[in-house]
Nanobody, 128 residues
């Protein structure tokens, strides 16, 4: 059974940084799309970033305009883990952050329904 467990969330002041981790278990994702979404109260889930994994190697990345230049997605293949480094955080970044994986289409998409596996989320709160 596939499990995605996020960690690294918390409370940070505006301008600060956090690094989220997502540990995958139950399967090694040698070819997949791994990414991050977030959901703020009263809002829809928002795509943030994704990385393509092809035959074990990290490939192209894609970012939403709202986080481009501030957030960086990366992956540790040995640990089956994906990271989201978040810098220059703003109060509007406050949300629950979710890790996602999909192996069906191997296509980066901003649509949440395109992702098969979801973690339970980790709360990120940015104070002003």
């Amino acid at each position: 059974q596939v499990q995605l467990v996020e960690s690294g969330g918390g409370l940070v002041q505006a301008g600060g940084s956090l690094r989220l981790s997502c540990a995958a278990s139950g399967r090694t994702f040698n070819s997949a799309v791994m990414g991050w979404f977030r959901q703020a109260p009263g809002k829809e889930r928002e795509f943030l970033a994704a990385i393509m994994v092809l035959m074990g190697s990290s490939g192209p990345t894609y970012y939403a305009d709202s986080v481009k230049g501030r957030f960086t997605i990366s992956r540790d293949s040995a640990k089956n883990t994906v990271f989201l480094q978040m810098n220059s955080l703003k109060p509007e970044d406050t949300a629950v952050y979710y890790c996602v994986v999909d192996q069906r289409k191997l296509r980066i998409s901003p649509r949440p329904e395109e992702y098969e596996y979801w973690g339970r989320g980790t709360q990120v709160t940015v104070s002003s």
